[in-house]
């Protein structure tokens, strides 16, 4: 099999490519449990981690993932850089890359920056979120925790519930789980469901008007964080109604499937989308998909270093 | 690397020598190590643990107990990440005991440029501080690129390096044997170095 050296999203992605990512996932887990966390393995590899967004979890993962990987990482952040003296995006990566970089590592407002970056860059490219496109890190270490909760991902019921149309963890986790034979519905207010996503999978993709039917059809139920400037455009009355109608609580998982699971991608906003008490219930494996998060990135980073590669079977040194 | 393309020059083992060189093996181990106390098997995937089980089963009835066996995997240590080759498929590494103090039998199947076992050596440093570090291989292939020798070993052979000593175990190929065979397409040498 021959893999790409980029991530830009898991749209696309084969199923044989996903299940080697969180096969090798599982081995760097092991890895992070030994006395001596860390190992060789990117040794001289330099990798830039580009956030032109706030970020805390995904960039803390991601260098995180770097250091137990012994590769040299710099991070970038907006402010106080030459972007917020006006240079452009593509001439700022051309010029980190002339400094000799392997991989970069970029979360960027603008749905598509990781595709553009991928088009004028020769190091490998890893999207760690794009607008309101993709965030294939996050749906690979969400399907890495359900594989480990169910042992399985195919044919298993995931309902994402929330703001699916602005949501780029929506979007991968749609498409990897569709690809992974999973079966996926969406959820959420009229206004933050897109239109594009369902007819896109021709109706493979279940739609629930009542996050009710959707907890009670569910075997993992993942709870999208509700970006509270929705309520400023006017996509929503208010908060309180949203958490009403669409919050994921105690009392609506009494209905539920008594080994169902509840995922969320941070950070919270208790008390709206999720109730305080579930976040840190027996039914939350919010902390399960943190650790699994630094897991999976190594197993990226791993995976996508050193170009275009055949991977094969066997050690012959 | 296997690769499929080869042709057998000569039959090192067969399923009755190797059994016996296995036997001889685990008594030496006991032998040298003066019971089995301290000890503990580290393989080295795929064929490494196929081996350290067999010989965990021959020691069983001469200090009856079992020993320990955890499983190596050196993919994450190896010294070609910067070169472009291909990428290998990572398996499961799985020490579930605690190595500190220990005597442990490292144990693989082909020795030759030792790079593997510089790897393994490094891994299982992270894992702790053993009392010793012993390597056990079925075959001794020369062709050393680092100064590394096997404590036990079943058979030294001489070999060129366009040949190449494939190991069979029941348990991974379905019958047991070890063969000096030549690769027939130039991949395999070039995996190899």
Redesign the interface.
Known sequence: MI?SKHLLGLEGVQREEIS?IL??A??FK??LT???P????????TIVNLFFEASTRTRISFELAEKRLSADSINFTTSGSSVAKGETLKDTVRNIEAMKIDIVVIRHQASGAAHFLAQCLDAGVINAGDGQHEHPTQGLLDMMTLQEKFGRLQGLKVAIVGDITHSRVARSNIHGLMTMGAAVAICGPATLLPRDIPAAFGGDLIVFKKVDEAIRWADAVNVLRLQLERQKSGLLPSLREYAMHFGVTRRRLEAAKKDVVIMHPGPINRGVELESDLADSEFSVILDQVTNGVAVRMAVL??K???E????????? | ??TSDYKIKAVLMDDKSLNRTLSRLAHQIVESNRGAENLVFVGI?TRGVQIAERLIEKIEPIEGRRLPLGML??????????R???????????IPFDIDGKVVMLVDDVL??G??IR?AL??L????RPARIQLAVLIDRGHRELPIEADFIGQEVKTTAGEEVRVKLKNVDGEDGVYLVEALSETKIQ??Q
């Open positions: 893999i080697l096969k090798t599982q081995s092991e890895v030994r006395p001596i860390k190992v060789p393995t990117l040794r001289g590899k791993y995976l270093s050193g170009g590669q055949e991977v094969v079977n066997g050690n012959g040194l | 690397m296997y995937l995997d050196i993919t994450f240590y190896r010294d070609d990440m910067l472009k080759l291909k990428k290998p498929r990572v398996q499961a590494t799985n030759y440029t790079r593997t790897a490094d891994a440093m992270d894992f702790g995996a190899s």
